[in-house]
């Protein structure tokens, strides 16, 4: 019988304050205007109505695959001629004549090269009677499937379809993909599929095959233009036979940074974390894109906390992490932008490692980051600044921490991020001014760095919590403190949506 996910205490179950970590599910799948699919033509009969250059490049891509081809064309070009006369692979046949209704017999695919619209209409209908697949070439409204770009390092095939909308943008996007995948990835894909069956015969459990595959990944992408070898194989099949003979195997935890918000700002890294995960308890702030990333199968648990309002307790976080992972559980704890810098992050690994659970951490970009590149601004721009320093708006119990050195905060040599500082932020801006900061000290509020909709007010030191109460903005808030928000004030912004609130 499987394992049911860890429960956390039920103390605090009254406490209004105190929310339970819960089990969540992933968006659900966006409409596709097309279905990808791979069509085995080893040995199959392919049916080509047609003879000129288009036809062609079609024959040459489904002799590749192993198909056997009929074409019917009373003038093949020549390229087709020397296709048929020495194919990648299957077989091409050129019979010189127009097709009729009798070529579609036992054909796996029907593909027309024709130039007229009454002839494809025809071709389409005739092969739509027949119950055949087909494509006419370059009529997308008489296609019942499509060809798209091909990436082919095979035995891993990568389509790309744009629906016949672009298919120049698809090539392009294919260019792109090439450049990301070295050659001898093919190498590695075929001794994957070699490799399989002796994986299956060791019967491993699924956190076995795992494993073995994962670990198969790192080796290949470490080394993708050498050919896979014997001393790779036994390495794996020790791996897998080790966790096989292991009754208490045990799970681990990754803290995975997930950045300020935008799913195009997570590391390679912070990707295959989440796609190798049993489980992930992500933040409130982590945003839908990112979980999107995610493998579909993986358990979700929303384990929030959130300032002032409705919270999971740290201890049950810590709880849920270590009974998870005795389980045998490869767990992601997902946070907001980087999970070192005001994550807690500290008491989640003493809390792990107590427990002997092993702790991987992938860093993320955090919010000033994000927050500086929507602004376009330098947080270290010589000029204006000599030293970044990260501070949080408040301490374990919500209030401004007391000790917060305002004087270093005030150095107007300095940027400053504050992280989380709605709730304290009158009492700072005194605090600081009491320090001697000037009031008419640009300062900048960006609400949703890195995401759709990021807002900054821009202000002063006295004004800006004004500036921000005239707005009416959520989302996660991050103020910056420094001559550097100034910098570029009157420069064009083509980020995010910027609201130019200069208070004081």
């Given at each position: 019988m499987a394992k049911r996910l860890t429960s956390v205490p039920t103390a605090s179950a009254d406490d209004p304050k105190v929310r339970r970590p819960k089990r969540t599910r992933p968006q659900r799948m966006e409409p596709l205007a097309t279905l990808p699919l791979f069509f085995k033509l080893h040995g199959k009969c392919v049916v080509v109505a047609g003879g000129c250059e288009a036809a062609a490049w079609k024959v040459e891509l489904l002799a590749a695959a192993g198909a056997h081809i009929s074409i019917y064309s009373a003038e093949p070009c020549d390229e087709l001629i020397e296709i048929a006369e020495a194919p990648p692979s299957g077989q091409v046949e050129i019979h010189r004549r127009p097709w009729d209704v009798s070529v579609f017999a036992n054909a796996a695919l029907a593909i027309g090269a024709i130039e007229d619209d009454a002839g494809g209409q025809a071709f389409a209908c005739a092969a739509r009677e027949a119950g055949v697949p087909f494509n006419v070439v370059d009529r997308p409204e008489l296609c019942a499937f499509q060809f798209g770009s091909i990436v082919n390092r095979s035995p891993l095939v990568i389509g790309i379809s744009t629906d016949g909308a672009a298919p120049v943008f698809g090539q392009s996007v294919r260019a792109s993909i090439e450049a990301l995948l070295p050659a001898g990835f093919a190498k590695w894909a075929a001794a994957a599929k070699a490799w399989r069956v002796d994986v299956q015969k060791l019967k491993l459990s699924f956190t076995g095959r795992r494993k073995f595959w994962e670990r198969f990944t790192t080796i290949?992408?470490?080394?993708?233009?050498?050919?896979?070898?014997?001393?790779?194989?036994?390495?794996?099949?020790?791996?897998?036979?080790?966790?096989?003979?292991?009754?208490?195997?045990?799970?681990?935890?990754?803290?995975?940074?997930?950045?300020?918000?935008?799913?195009?700002?997570?590391?390679?890294?912070?990707?295959?974390?989440?796609?190798?995960?049993?489980?992930?308890?992500?933040?409130?702030?982590?945003?839908?894109?990112?979980?999107?990333?995610?493998?579909?199968?993986?358990?979700?648990?929303?384990?929030?906390?959130?300032?002032?309002?409705?919270?999971?307790?740290?201890?049950?976080?810590?709880?849920?992490?270590?009974?998870?992972?005795?389980?045998?559980?490869?767990?992601?704890?997902?946070?907001?932008?980087?999970?070192?810098?005001?994550?807690?992050?500290?008491?989640?690994?003493?809390?792990?490692?107590?427990?002997?659970?092993?702790?991987?951490?992938?860093?993320?970009?955090?919010?000033?980051?994000?927050?500086?590149?929507?602004?376009?601004?330098?947080?270290?721009?010589?000029?204006?600044?000599?030293?970044?320093?990260?501070?949080?708006?408040?301490?374990?119990?919500?209030?401004?921490?007391?000790?917060?050195?305002?004087?270093?905060?005030?150095?107007?040599?300095?940027?400053?991020?504050?992280?989380?500082?709605?709730?304290?932020?009158?009492?700072?801006?005194?605090?600081?001014?009491?320090?001697?900061?000037?009031?008419?000290?640009?300062?900048?509020?960006?609400?949703?760095?890195?995401?759709?909709?990021?807002?900054?007010?821009?202000?002063?030191?006295?004004?800006?919590?004004?500036?921000?109460?005239?707005?009416?903005?959520?989302?996660?808030?991050?103020?910056?403190?420094?001559?550097?928000?100034?910098?570029?004030?009157?420069?064009?912004?083509?980020?995010?949506?910027?609201?130019?609130?200069?208070?004081?």
């Open positions: 290949a992408l470490a080394g993708p233009e050498r050919a896979p070898a014997k001393s790779d194989f036994d390495e794996l099949m020790a791996l897998a036979m080790g966790e096989a003979v292991s009754p208490t195997t045990r799970g681990a935890v990754t803290l995975v940074g997930a950045g300020p918000g935008d799913p195009e700002l997570l590391t390679l890294r912070a990707l295959r974390a989440l796609r190798s995960a049993d489980v992930i308890l992500y933040d409130d702030l982590v945003s839908a894109d990112v979980l999107d990333f995610a493998r579909r199968e993986a358990k979700r648990m929303l384990v929030g906390k959130t300032g002032r309002k409705a919270s999971c307790r740290q201890d049950d976080i810590n709880g849920l992490m270590v009974g998870l992972a005795k389980q045998g559980k490869r767990v992601v704890r997902l946070k907001s932008g980087d999970p070192m810098i005001f994550g807690r992050a500290g008491e989640e690994i003493d809390a792990l490692e107590a427990e002997g659970i092993d702790v991987d951490v992938v860093p993320g970009i955090t919010a000033v980051q994000g927050a500086g590149a929507d602004l376009k601004i330098s947080l270290t721009h010589r000029d204006h600044a000599q030293r970044l320093q990260f501070v949080t708006g408040h301490a374990r119990s919500g209030a401004l921490p007391e000790t917060i050195n305002a004087e270093a905060l005030a150095d107007k040599r300095a940027t400053t991020a504050v992280y989380m500082p709605l709730g304290t932020l009158g009492e700072l801006v005194a605090k600081l001014m009491s320090a001697g900061a000037d009031p008419q000290r640009p300062v900048c509020a960006v609400f949703n760095a890195s995401r759709p909709g990021s807002v900054a007010v821009r202000g002063t030191l006295a004004g800006i919590v004004g500036a921000i109460h005239a707005g009416a903005h959520e989302g996660p808030c991050l103020l910056i403190i420094g001559e550097v928000t100034a910098a570029r004030r009157g420069a064009s912004t083509s980020g995010p949506a910027v609201e130019a609130l200069i208070a004081g």
